[in-house]
């Protein structure tokens, strides 16, 4: 549920960049390349276990939302960039004040038995 709701917090944000080109720096390029090749790593299949790094999770997620949508805003238009610069703050506050909306919504997953 959490990749779900983390996935519509990206699409809302990819939407300021629509209009902006590929947002990768051109030195991160190859470094994905080479990580993308090894595969999907096993932290990636891990739920978080406490309601803490759920949180810890979607506000690092929220926050680099907000860095991707800056970049495109830089890249697009400069008539156009303060707007979209308000919009993605706007969004990224919003996000941020429904963090325990957003948290609720999320599957409750237990620590794993020892």
Do not use: F
């Not at 999907?40 to 860095?67: C, N, V, Y």
């Amino acid at each position: 549920m959490l990749r779900h709701i983390v996935t519509g917090v990206m699409m809302a944000c990819a939407t300021l960049a629509a209009h902006a080109q590929d947002t990768t720096p051109p030195q991160n390029v190859q470094q994905q390349q080479q990580e993308i090749a090894k595969g999907e790593p096993a932290r990636w299949s891990q739920p978080d276990s406490t309601p803490a790094a759920r949180a810890r999770t979607l506000r690092k997620e929220i926050g680099a939302a907000l860095a991707e949508a800056r970049q495109a805003c830089h890249k697009g238009p400069a008539n156009e960039r303060s707007a979209c610069l308000k919009d993605a703050q706007a969004t990224y506050q919003h996000d941020m004040a429904n963090l325990p909306q957003l948290l609720a919504q999320s599957p409750q997953t237990t620590a794993p038995a020892q």
